[in-house]
């Protein structure tokens, strides 16, 4: 058996023993022996293979696998610019706490900095973006017994790196893969995995690690008028905020704690109504994950007058405003016997008027828009599906308008917040999740991630509605300065960016199913109908904007009366 093949079985052996069960890859030459391992792992039922011909878009289907199950999944791709194409979900990877495992197949050492062809740069390519990298050592003929050694004592490492085993710091790991020819096995070289190569009995790893004690957070009395903010990140940070918690929680759709009976709806209409808020402001707020996603969490967390505490499992707290005082590990409850009940009772009731006004505001709106689109999906999608939100308005519009539901398990890439990816991703978390999943993203996100629509011969497609507002271009953006009427000269050309195009048509050339919506009854049936199915309905982006304003204003309204 060359080294080459010998490697790539070895490092797809270990690969499984430690608990990978989903891999994704991009075809490529210096990658075959590592593809053809995948591939022979999964003929033998011990794997999932996902293959896509775009490595970014196979980035980020390995991303949402990961996100979605929480187990490590590797993406490997040929060397030169393919190696590139994964940074964008390295990032996102990296900055959502997400075990994804770059593989990224190079020319051994004497062909780089020669010109040799496709030959970049590779060891060290995602800079500070990674948990661990290591450039592996170019196997090597009649050294395998200690290669062997070698080869799994680094994947062994690479997964409990990803996974945080020891950390509880999960993130993406980077394994440069530096291979001679030949890169294809000898006609007599079968499956199998013995002698030199032999693994740990029993199907275990080369290395085990021992997970770190469970964290403990002593309950502690917090004050009487302590607010709760979650921001996205894994529903473990969330722990202990459960019917017996007292305070309010002001939560992220991606936070894990979004639905949670603690949480109140639209908690970002409250924080932005400063005349309600002045009278009703916490004296203590309690940061639980990374909060991203709004200006009035951030104006609070900056207030001087208002004591920060952060929970973190892990180093890599969030504090974006710099105004933590203490920070402490994960949560397991708190002392409520000190809550301010009828302040407590005031969130609640003020968000259940400011919900109402909302309502009646999108209800009386004809036709559907962007909003209304966002809070119907919420409502309509059967118990138990998984959502996940594109990066852009419509998280924000479900943040804002959605009743938070306890029985969907929502996602979005909120660790950098690229709007790229966003379908692959979808299409890797409805993969794990198994039953009915859905996606809401804007027509900009939607273009950004074509190739996520596109799947070879006998690649199979969950069960994912993808719904699109399609506001022709970047409408975000007139949500915000760039929209205001003194920069209107400039705004369609380089905000605005109108693409013009069909989406149904270009949905329909990839293959899927694709039909436009235009009533809520129309977008209610269109959801009951299941995936793979792509769900469009037009919006207009100044219209979004002038709503936007209208609701927020008459939830401040409701809050005055």
């Known amino acids: 058996m060359n080294p080459s093949t010998a490697f790539a079985r070895v490092l797809v052996d270990e690969l499984l023993r430690g608990g990978v069960t989903d891999a994704v890859l991009a075809p490529g030459s210096r990658s075959a022996p590592v593809a053809l391992a995948l591939a022979a792992a999964e003929r033998s039922r011990r794997l999932r293979l996902h293959v896509r011909i775009d490595e970014r878009t196979a980035s980020f289907l390995a991303l949402g696998l990961a996100k979605a199950s929480g187990r490590p999944v590797p993406v490997l791709t040929t060397s030169g610019t393919a190696a590139a194409h994964l940074h964008a979900a390295v990032l996102e990877a990296d900055a959502s706490g997400v075990p994804l495992l770059a593989l990224t197949a190079d020319r051994p050492p004497e062909l780089r900095s020669t010109g040799a062809n496709q030959t970049i740069e590779q060891a060290g390519l995602y800079g500070g973006a990674v948990r661990w990298t290591a450039d592996v050592g170019v196997p090597e003929e009649g050294r395998e017994v200690a290669q062997n050694r070698y080869w799994r004592s680094v994947v062994a490492k690479a997964l409990i790196t990803a996974t945080g085993a020891l950390s509880a710091d999960p993130g993406p790991v980077h394994l440069n893969l530096s291979l001679r020819d030949p890169l294809m096995p000898g006609d007599d070289d079968g499956d199998a995995l013995d002698g030199p190569w032999a693994g740990r009995p029993d199907g275990a790893p080369w290395t085990a690690a021992q997970a770190p004690p469970g964290f403990s957070a002593t309950a502690h009395r917090l004050a009487p008028r302590t607010l709760v903010i979650a921001g996205d990140g894994p529903a473990r940070a969330a722990h202990g905020l459960d019917e017996a918690f007292p305070w309010p929680v002001v939560a992220e759709p991606s936070s894990g704690s979004w639905g949670g009976p603690a949480a109140v ?121 998984v959502l996940v939100l594109g990066s852009s308005t419509p998280v924000r519009d479900v943040d804002l308008l959605a009743r ?20 692959s991703t979808a299409i890797g978390a409805a993969t794990v999740h198994g039953g009915p999943a859905f996606t809401l993203m804007g027509d900009l996100t939607f273009l950004h991630d074509l190739t996520g629509l596109l799947t070879g011969e006998g690649e199979p497609l969950p069960d994912l509605t993808v719904v699109v507002p399609d506001n022709d271009g970047g409408g975000i953006f007139a949500q915000l300065e760039p929209g205001e009427d003194r920069y ?62 209208e609701l927020r204003a008459a939830a401040a309204a409701a809050l005055r009366g």
């Open 488 to 549: 209107e000269a400039g705004y369609r050309r380089v905000f605005g960016t109108p693409h013009g195009r069909d989406l149904v048509a270009v949905a329909g050339a990839l293959g899927w199913t694709a039909s436009a919506v235009s009533t809520p009854d129309d977008l209610r049936a269109a959801l009951a109908l299941g995936g793979p199915r792509i769900v469009v309905v037009r919006t207009d982006q100044r219209a979004e904007a002038r709503l936007g304003r």
């Open 265 to 385: 709806r639209g908690g970002v209409l409250l924080l932005g109504a400063r005349d309600w808020l002045a009278a009703h402001r916490p004296d203590h707020v309690l940061v639980v994950g990374r909060p991203t996603l709004s200006r009035p969490v951030n104006a609070l967390l900056a207030d001087p007058a208002v004591t920060v505490e952060t929970v973190s499992a892990t180093p890599r707290w969030a504090d974006a405003v710099r105004s933590s005082t203490r920070v402490t590990s994960l949560f397991a409850g708190a002392d409520g016997s000190g809550a301010d009940g009828a302040w407590v009772a005031a969130w609640r009731s003020a968000a259940e008027r400011a919900g109402a006004a909302v309502d009646a505001a999108l209800d009386a709106t004809p036709g559907l828009t962007a909003a209304r689109v966002a809070r119907d999906v919420v409502g309509a999608l059967p118990s138990g599906a």
């Open 404 to 423: 938070p539901r306890a029985d969907l398990t929502v996602l979005a890439n909120r660790g950098v917040a690229g709007i790229d990816g966003t379908i």
